[in-house]
Structure formats: structure tokens, C-alpha cells
């Protein structure tokens, strides 16, 4: 079962403008990643945020989590055509032994145009 | 550095017939998790490996999949008989330890079943 629910499903915006896609979770977590997806290839990682960080930032990627509300948002500035793809949330829950399981949303359709 | 390695790329196979895909991982990651991905969602695990134990297996249709990583390195998962429901990208990913905080994805196998 999948944990996240992303939002919006897809995105359309014009080259240069700013992304913004949003997950939201159910359970307590320790971490929260967020993955890239290009059509017909494995998932790239792109930045992670730990349950005690509220802010991260990576290059051109800005990530927030809100632990109380169970939320997370990724922000893409200045938006490029290469970064059509889906994007995906994923949720730790950190099991007894200590290992690391991750539990993906639905994930965010990106498309930058020309 | 090499990353995850999958094959084939693309498997057409008819309902009922059997049907592997294989993974290597990258060079030194104790850790390999086959994923299922359905159209549209994002990643399932099936199975997680930690050298050549399969530790988180409850995901896995045990029925009809079955997986094996000998040597703690490559892995192969089976469907034996596949049915039509099974058509999906099954992804191979691997990290360096069970509590590594990211996973590094193969391009995965796209699996027709006709």
C-alpha cells in the first residue's frame, strides 16, 4: 500500500517558472525523499529531509516538511525543459531492526514547455 | 562507478509462461530491494535483501514469485506462471546498507503480459 498522496497528479507550467508539488503522509516518519523519474527509467534521489528539519534546500530544489500537518512540499525555481518527469515522495518507516523501508506515493506528472 | 544494472530492458510473454529478470547491484551495496511499479504509481517493494538474506518478504506473492540473490551479489526474480495482471516495471535498486538513506535505482524491466 502506498502511503503518500501527491498533489497535483500533473503539472503543466511554461519554461522558467517555479514547480511546486505536494505529498502528504499518514504515519509518523524519520525521513522524507523525494525522487525523480524520467519516462522509462529507474528512480534518480533527490534531496532528503529529515522528521527534526523543516527546510532543505539543493541547487535549483526547495523542500519543506511539516511534521503536524504531515506534509512536505518540493519547489523547483526556474524550471527547465529537462526537468520533465514524474516526481515522487517517499516515506521512511523505520522498523525494529533499524532498516530503512520506504513507502512511495502516486507521484507528480512535471511537464515543462518550450 | 557502475550503477544498478537490469535485464532485459523489455519482456512480451504470454499468459501462463514463466519469466526472470536480473539485477546487479552496485559494487559493494549489501542491500537490493526489487520493486514493483504499476502504471501511473509509484514503486512497491516486493523484497529486500541484506547480503544474501531475504529479510522483507511480505509483499511478495509467494504463489507465483520467487527471488534469490546467491553470493550476496546478483538477483534474480521469477514469475512462474505469470498472468496478465503481472504487466508492470519491476525495478531493481540497491544502498549501501539496510540503514543507508538512499536508494539507487536500476532502469527496470517493463514486463508485457499477453
Known amino acids: 500500500s502506498q502511503q503518500g498522496e501527491e498533489d497535483p497528479q500533473a503539472l503543466s507550467i511554461q519554461e522558467g517558472e517555479n514547480a511546486t508539488m505536494n505529498c502528504s503522509y499518514k504515519t509518523s516518519i524519520n525521513n522524507l525523499q523525494w525522487y525523480r523519474q524520467n519516462s522509462g527509467r529507474g528512480l534518480v534521489h533527490l534531496i532528503l529531509i529529515r522528521s527534526n528539519e523543516r527546510e532543505k534546500h539543493s541547487g535549483r530544489l526547495r523542500v519543506t516538511l511539516d511534521t503536524s500537518k504531515k506534509s512536505s512540499s518540493l519547489l523547483i525555481t526556474a524550471s527547465r525543459a529537462a526537468d520533465t518527469a514524474s516526481y515522487f515522495c517517499?516515506?521512511?518507516?523505520?522498523?525494529?531492526?533499524?532498516?530503512?523501508?520506504?513507502?512511495f506515493g502516486q507521484g507528480t506528472r512535471l511537464t515543462i514547455n518550450p | 562507478e557502475a550503477g544498478v544494472v537490469q535485464s532485459p530492458r523489455y519482456k512480451i510473454i504470454e499468459k501462463k509462461q514463466p519469466v526472470a529478470f536480473w539485477c546487479n547491484p552496485i559494487?559493494?551495496?549489501?542491500?537490493l530491494y526489487w520493486y514493483l511499479q504499476n502504471l501511473g504509481q509509484g514503486p512497491e517493494l516486493l523484497i529486500r535483501y541484506e547480503n544474501e538474506e531475504a529479510v522483507d518478504d511480505s509483499q511478495l506473492p509467494k504463489d507465483r514469485f520467487s527471488a534469490e540473490r546467491l553470493k550476496g551479489v546478483d538477483s534474480t526474480l521469477k514469475i512462474q506462471p505469470a498472468e496478465l495482471g503481472d504487466s508492470a516495471v519491476y525495478l531493481c535498486a540497491s544502498s549501501l546498507t539496510a540503514r543507508a538513506d538512499t536508494q539507487y535505482f536500476g532502469p527496470g524491466t517493463r514486463l508485457t503480459v499477453l
Open positions: 559494487s559493494g551495496h549489501n542491500t
Open positions: 517517499a516515506t521512511d518507516a523505520l522498523e525494529i531492526q533499524g532498516a530503512q523501508k520506504l513507502v
